[in-house]
């Protein structure tokens, strides 16, 4: 198989975007936890007259805090440590192996380290586990609509890939 190379280059505000909304969605559930203890301790101190209501609120409001700072502080601290100097990114897909080229130097890795993928929106993903997101790589860093669905193809080979449906897509150059 021919190389399968995408290009391209990362936007702050875009970057920031997939990586709060995309690769960590699970980070968003925080805040609901904590208003769900925040309405335990307010329907204990309705209900039951209970002074020991206190502990829900602070732990709620501590989920809160903690998850509105680390959103803002882990994103931010990533951008600049990742991408900030140099924005531009290529990936090259092999048989046995993902290469990945940014301003920082260059990771090559066996398809074993991304067992799952993932597709979101103009987006996949390379996956470590459920949770974490080793690789993402932009739609738009494909050249053609030929070799995005040969990267469907891989991804469907070398991972528990979860796509969207395809498109039609022309079958050969």
Do not use: C
Not at 20 to 29: A, D, E, Y
Not at 37 to 62: H, K, M, P, Q, R
Request: glycine share 4%; aromatic share 14%.
């Amino acid at each position: 198989m021919d190389d399968l190379v995408a290009e391209w280059d990362w936007d702050r505000s875009e970057y920031l975007h997939v990586l709060l909304f995309g690769s960590m969605p699970w980070i968003s559930r925080y805040p609901t936890i904590g208003l769900l203890l925040i309405l335990a301790g307010l329907e204990d101190t309705i209900f039951n007259n209970s002074s020991s209501a206190w502990f829900f609120y602070i732990l709620g409001l501590v989920m809160i805090l903690y998850q509105v700072i680390m959103n803002w502080f882990i994103a931010r601290r990533l951008w600049a440590k990742l991408w900030g100097a140099s924005p531009k990114a290529t990936v090259i897909v092999r048989d046995e192996l993902v290469t990945s080229i940014t301003g920082l130097g260059e990771t090559n890795l066996k398809w074993i380290a991304y067992p799952r993928s993932k597709e979101w929106n103009s987006y996949y993903f390379l996956k470590h586990n459920r949770l974490i997101v080793t690789l993402i790589i932009p739609k738009r860093g494909f050249k053609s609509p030929f070799e995005e669905a040969r990267f469907r193809d891989i991804l469907r080979e070398n991972t528990a890939a979860k796509l969207k449906t395809d498109v039609d897509v022309p079958t050969s150059n």
